[in-house]
């Protein structure tokens, strides 16, 4: 009698190949399995069909398809009727887990057997049931087992996990109580597993805010070292949490968690307290750079514009002022405290953010400055010093660019002290660089995306500001000191030609 599962075996073999010698193999595989089944499906002896069950283990790897497709039912029957026995429940979940992972998946590939796998195990009647019943079990092997395997599935087939999950009582609550684990390595897998339930599902998201999962995972992250690749995996659990759900985002401010995320960055920055003081790194390590990166986009997740309605970003913007985490964000931009570049790029584009259509932290942002042996340089000159220097890196001169624009952005008063710059002064010292000698020194480089950059910038100063249009006029420009100043209407006139 050929075993059902048999058939649907060769299904498989046929879809993603298996010929010849090959195909060989595969039968001689099928035949081990099968006969290891059906240890663990007739045999009495406890003893037996654990050791069954660890020899398919064993297969499991190597031999995905036979062992999945026969030994499902009896691995589903062991799961249902096997509860009391954790040893055997673990080793069913490690089975499960090997067959749906594929470990030599390429990056960015597809396993699409584990996919198939996948769909035949989650729509099996009452199989998230079976598992989600097994939260309770305290077993390292079970739990460390039943969170990888939630993992898997979640990751080849998503929205049929999370509505089953949400089907079960309390299930999600159950799951995030296992954020509370003492065992790194079933918290941390948790973690991971999190991370993919809280995708692309709002309603799931908003259940995990208010089982306090934002608190937990920043516990989590004040135990973790600086540049431990968990708090990677925390941060992006909250950034799944916080991106374009609004109601989220409100929780976040009302459970004071903004104070929260500036104090990670501080120690991001500057170390914790009761750290061992260490001599300063010439380099940060990799996963230091990806954890501060992160933070700064869970910040920006809170006042992105594009993704966010202006009540709950100003209301953000202003949480994250009174945090002091604005402070120290301008700190890294002006002072020496030897971040790499990227973080410094995406450290100007948050302050750009932090800053944008609110008047407040425009001027807090435009009164900060950078001590140098020349004296003091306002924050907005030392931004577009980088953006009109050609020897940093582009994106960076981009991120200052925005920062620059989202200073002006409604803010009339900040136009006018910028326009002030570039009109003929008496009391102006020649020595000293202003604001409005950056930008028509890039109007008049010979760089085209400097050109640009300049032009925009001249532009968004005159937006709903008319009066501002008449001064402009005013301004003349010394192209070459043997020919007469000419205006600098005259001059971007020509840029046209």
């Known amino acids: 009698m050929v075993h059902p599962f048999a058939v649907l075996m060769a299904y498989f073999r046929n879809l993603f190949g298996g010929q010849n010698d090959d195909g060989k193999e595969s039968d001689n595989a099928a035949e081990v399995v099968e006969k290891l ?14 050791d069954a069950l660890k020899a398919l283990r064993s297969l499991a790897k190597k031999t995905r398809l036979p062992v999945a497709t026969i030994g499902m039912a009896a691995y589903m029957e062991v799961l249902e009727k096997e509860r009391s026995n954790p040893e055997i429940i673990a080793i069913t979940l490690e089975i499960l887990v090997a067959v749906v992972c594929d470990d030599e998946e390429t990056a960015g590939g597809t396993d699409e057997l584990g996919e198939r796998l996948s769909e035949i195990i989650v729509r099996r009647k009452g199989f998230i049931s079976s598992i989600m019943s097994l939260v309770e079990c305290y077993e390292f092997n079970v739990r460390r087992a039943l969170v990888q395997l939630l993992t898997a599935l979640l990751r080849h087939r998503a929205s049929e996990v999370q509505n089953a999950i949400m089907s079960e009582p309390m299930g999600v609550s159950r799951l995030v109580d296992i954020l509370h684990e ?4 079933v918290r941390n897998s948790a973690v991971l597993m999190l991370s993919e339930l809280s995708r692309a599902n709002s309603q799931i998201q908003q259940l995990l805010a208010y089982e306090n999962a934002f608190q937990l995972l920043f516990d989590i992250i004040d135990v973790e ?6 708090i990677e995996d925390c941060l992006f659990v909250i950034l799944n949490l916080l991106r374009k759900n609004s109601s989220n985002q409100q ?9 929260r995320l500036a104090t990670v960055l501080h120690s991001f920055l500057f170390g914790r307290e009761g750290d061992e003081e260490t001599e300063s790194e010439s380099e940060w390590p990799r996963q230091k750079i990806a954890n501060v990166i992160f933070l700064l986009q869970v910040l920006r997740s809170l006042v992105s514009p594009r993704e966010n309605v202006i009540t709950n970003t100003h209301a953000a913007q202003k949480s994250i002022s009174q945090s002091g985490m604005l402070g120290e964000l301008c700190s890294v931009l002006l002072t020496e405290l030897g971040v790499p570049v990227e973080v410094l790029t995406e450290t100007i584009i948050a302050v750009a953010e932090v800053i944008r259509g609110n008047y407040t932290n425009q001027e807090y942002f435009a009164a900060r400055h950078l001590l140098t042996n020349v004296g003091n340089r306002p924050s907005l000159l030392v931004l577009l010093m980088s953006m009109t220097t050609e020897k940093q890196p582009f994106k960076l001169r981009c991120a200052v660019f925005y920062c620059f624009l989202s200073y002006l952005y409604d803010n009339e008063f900040g136009k006018t002290k910028v326009v002030d710059t570039l009109l003929p002064s008496s009391t102006t010292n020649d020595s000293q660089i202003t604001t409005g000698q950056c930008i028509c020194s890039a109007i008049m480089s010979s760089e ?3 050109v640009w950059m300049g032009c925009v910038c001249l532009m968004h100063c005159l937006f709903d500001a008319d009066h501002l249009k008449e001064q402009l006029l005013r301004v003349q420009l010394t192209i070459d000191s043997a020919q007469a100043p000419s205006s600098l209407l005259r001059h971007i006139a020509t840029l046209l030609v």
């Open 182 to 185: 003492t065992r790194e390595a």
């Open 37 to 50: 089944v059906e240890r663990v499906e007739t045999s009495t002896a406890y003893e037996d069909r654990r």
């Open 251 to 259: 929780l976040f401010r009302e459970a004071s968690l903004i104070q």
């Open 225 to 230: 070292p600086v540049d431990s690749i968990v």
């Open 448 to 450: 085209s995306v400097q």
